[in-house]
């Protein structure tokens, strides 16, 4: 039996597609089992939540595989930034410990660090420290910017293109090497499919797509696929902070973007091995231009 976590999130639905197809037992560890959309019936269901540990201890119930991709980029009423990737990690990889668990797998970040400036990366980092110090066979899964059609960012940046121009935080220079969620579950299919291959356990793959992008570049990817194109500018950093603050405020949850996820556009997310890891695990990302039809 495998555990996925985030099994309704982008990189989650993919990846569910192909265990299901491949007749993998599957647990998924859910929320809302609605939102698993028609796999659900394809699949066990364990109702959790990252903030809740004993509904760890149930889902992992005769698991030997654990594809952890559950996470957060905003604090959510249940928990903080940090609670939900890293202490969640930290705790998951404790009751995969104790459930006898052979093969821990973890969807990270690149540029994950103690010392990011984001609280993401931050959080990214200490949950990566939990996977790589334990007793556990895993495999660290760490990929730049992950995009599909009509995801979240495109959604906004969609949204932003009906005024004239496209405001973007910072300098927007941060590069990026933006990699399709459905090249990252066929890496992921990959590191579940030989778990005692010695090179994919206790390995990191850094997975990035072909192009490096800064933030502007990959704004106006989406811009051009959306068949709106605008100029975008640069929102000084004290600027959109406080902007963001004041609208979180107000807005709570209901906020379109909080000022951490924008942070997020203004921090590196490289790898200098490009797409060599991805393709050692036999898959050649694409060109995001390619993927959302603009090429
Ligand atoms: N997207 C990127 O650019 C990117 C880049 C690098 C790394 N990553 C990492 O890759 C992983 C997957 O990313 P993604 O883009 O697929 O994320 P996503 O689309 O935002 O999905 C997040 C998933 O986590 C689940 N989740 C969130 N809060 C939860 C909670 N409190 N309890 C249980 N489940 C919860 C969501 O379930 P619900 O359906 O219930 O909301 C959803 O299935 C994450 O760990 C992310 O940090 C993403």
Known sequence: MLLLTGATGMVGTPLLRRLVAARVPVRCLVRDPKRLGPERVRVQIALGDLTDPPSFRN???????????????????????????????????????????????????????????????????????????????????????????????????????????????????????????????????????????????????????PDTLSSAEVAHTILRAAGRERAVVSVPTFIASRALRVAEALAKSRTPVTWDEAELLQVAMTSRHGTAQAEALGVVPQRMAAVLGTA
């Open 59 to 209: 889902a992992l119930r005769g698991v030997k595989t654990v594809v952890h991709l559950a996470g957060a980029i905003r604090d959510q009423s249940v928990g903080s930034i940090e609670e939900l990737n890293g202490i969640a990690t930290w705790r998951m990889v404790q009751a995969a410990e104790r459930a006898g668990v052979e093969h821990f797998v973890y969807l990270s970040a690149l540029g994950a660090g103690s010392h990011n400036r984001t609280r993401y990366l931050r959080a990214k980092a200490l949950a990566e420290q939990a996977v790589t110090d334990s007793g556990l066979r895993h495999t660290v899964v760490a990929p730049s910017l992950v995009y599909a059609p009509g995801d979240y960012w495109a959604t906004l940046i969609g949204r932003l293109a009906l005024a004239p121009v496209v405001p973007l935080p910072g300098g927007s220079h941060s590069r990026s090497q933006p990699i399709w969620s459905e090249d990252v579950a066929d890496c992921l299919m990959a590191i579940i499919r030989a778990p005692a291959d010695p090179d994919v356990a206790s390995a990191r793959y850094e997975l990035a797509g």
